[in-house]
């Protein structure tokens, strides 16, 4: 039988309607938006998952999928051992550290004792450690911006593009911790067969980026 890759991406949200277009633009069609879970391609051997974001790189790592469209965010804090195959320029964002605006910033040693609200204990551990820095890492898994207002930390980190959701918040930025955008990832071992796809894929990702520039 002859292989046909598996690619999952996000089903709605923002990385959704630009992995659409990349694929559209690379000339390979397919049905999305149609609340299917899977949809095959009709003019290359691939198909198309739909699926949480957070969740693509655990099927990639467990061959699922073979490919996935994510942010490098979430790679990074999944920590899944999948390879990262090309930066696909899209869905750009920072995870930045934000504090009330009425509030004093010397530098990110004022964290230290602190409570931070965040969907990425991961990447602000880590961070946090490089720095020398012990604060409590509070996770939760939305609405991380009103965790200050509500007394249940007294920093965030959180996603930030154009900082309006801060503002909204009577947040400020103050600092940056990771930059993001849209990468392709890949099982780490695929077949010959499999990597073939993924290179042709690959080329044409290329060309499509390429005439942008
Ligand atoms: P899901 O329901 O699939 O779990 P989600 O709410 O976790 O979705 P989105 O808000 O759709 O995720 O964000 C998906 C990814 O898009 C993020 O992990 C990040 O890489 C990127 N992203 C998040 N916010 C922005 C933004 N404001 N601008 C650009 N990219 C963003
Ligand atoms: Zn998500």
Known sequence: MSSVLRIALQ???????DSYQLFKECGIRFDYGTGKLKSVSSNF??????????????????????????????AVETGRPVTTVHKLGFS????????????????????????IAT???????HYLAGEGVKAEIHEISGSVEIAPSIGL????CDIVSSGSTLLSNGLKE?????????ILIARPEL????????DK???????????KN
């Open 11 to 17: 089903k709605s949200g923002r990385l959704s309607e």
């Open 45 to 74: 051997p691939a198909e198309f998952l739909f699926l949480r974001d957070d969740d693509i790189p655990g099927y990639v790592e467990d061959g699922v999928a073979d490919l996935g469209i994510v942010g490098e965010n979430v």
């Open 92 to 115: 750009k964002c920072r995870l930045s550290i934000a504090i009330p605006r009425g509030t004093e910033w010397t530098g990110i040693q004022d964290l230290d004792g602190k409570n």
């Open 119 to 125: 969907s990425y204990p991961n990447l602000l551990g």
């Open 153 to 156: 930390a007294e920093a965030v």
């Open 174 to 182: 103050v600092e940056t911790i990771f930059r993001s955008e849209a």
């Open 191 to 198: 077949d010959a067969d499999k990597q073939a796809l993924v």
């Open 201 to 211: 894929l690959l080329f044409r990702i290329k060309s499509v980026q390429a005439a």
